[in-house]
T-cell receptor
Framework: SQQGEEDPQALSIQEGENATMNCSYKTSINNLQWYRQNSGRGLVHLIL?????REKHSGRLRVTLDTSKKSSSLLITASRAADTASYFCATDQGGSEKLVFGKGTKLTVNP | DAGVTQSPTHLIKTRGQHVTLRCSPISGHKSVSWYQQVLGQGPQFIFQ???????GRGNFPDRFSARQFPNYSSELNVNALLLGDSALYLC????????????FGPGTRLTVT
């Protein structure tokens, strides 16, 4: 079963615009991660935010976490065509290293 | 350093056959996990191995099995293949217990006909 649910399922924007994706989850977590996947290949780890953190930045990425609402958001600023990919949030199972992924958001950045 | 490697890249099997998928983790990583990703879905956890012991198992039938070798590489075996086993099988490695960031290989695309 999948714990996380990303929203929207698909997002199409123009190069230079910002892209925001949301993730909701069901159970308590120790941390939440975001991954990117290009064209059905391997996933690339983007960022990890711990349950006691509220916001984290990495380059053009900004992640927020609201444990009271069991939700997270990923913001990609000044998007590029190379950002076109599927983005997944993944949560741990309360101490287990088993990652539970959502269905993902498919982002298309048009040149 | 080389990333996680998986072999083969693609595989076509017939229903009822058996398949073995292989994974080599990043050098220094002692934990290996396996995920199944069906088209249009997120990856689903199958197994985790750490120091050659099974540390976690997902909701998959006993037809799925795995093992980890002394060099920390791993094999995923699937017996009596079903059409529904067609998927991308992903291997991920991490430093070890308590390290949550996982590094994924490119995957093995399994097609069952």
């Amino acid at each position: 079963s999948q714990q996380g649910e990303e929203d929207p399922q698909a997002l199409s924007i123009q190069e230079g615009e910002n892209a925001t994706m949301n993730c909701s989850y069901k159970t308590s977590i120790n941390n939440l991660q975001w991954y990117r996947q290009n064209s059905g290949r391997g996933l690339v780890h983007l960022i990890l935010i711990r349950s006691n953190e509220r916001e984290k930045h990495s380059g053009r990425l900004r992640v927020t976490l609201d444990t009271s609402k069991k939700s997270s958001s990923l913001l990609i600023t000044a998007s590029r065509a190379a950002d076109t990919a599927s983005y997944f949030c993944a949560t741990d199972q309360g101490g287990s290293e088993k990652l539970v992924f959502g269905k993902g958001t498919k982002l298309t950045v048009n040149p | 350093d080389a990333g996680v490697t998986q072999s083969p890249t693609h595989l076509i099997k017939t229903r009822g056959q058996h398949v073995t998928l292989r994974c080599s983790p990043i050098s220094g990583h002692k934990s290996v996990s396996w995920y199944q990703q069906v088209l249009g879905q997120g990856p689903q956890f199958i197994f985790q191995y750490y120091e050659k012991e099974e540390r976690g198992r997902g909701n998959f039938p006993d037809r799925f099995s795995a093992r980890q070798f002394p060099n920390y590489s791993s094999e995923l075996n699937v017996n009596a293949l079903l059409l529904g086993d067609s998927a991308l099988y992903l291997c991920a490695s991490s430093l070890g217990w308590g390290y949550y960031e996982q590094y994924f290989g490119p995957g093995t695309r399994l097609t069952v006909t």
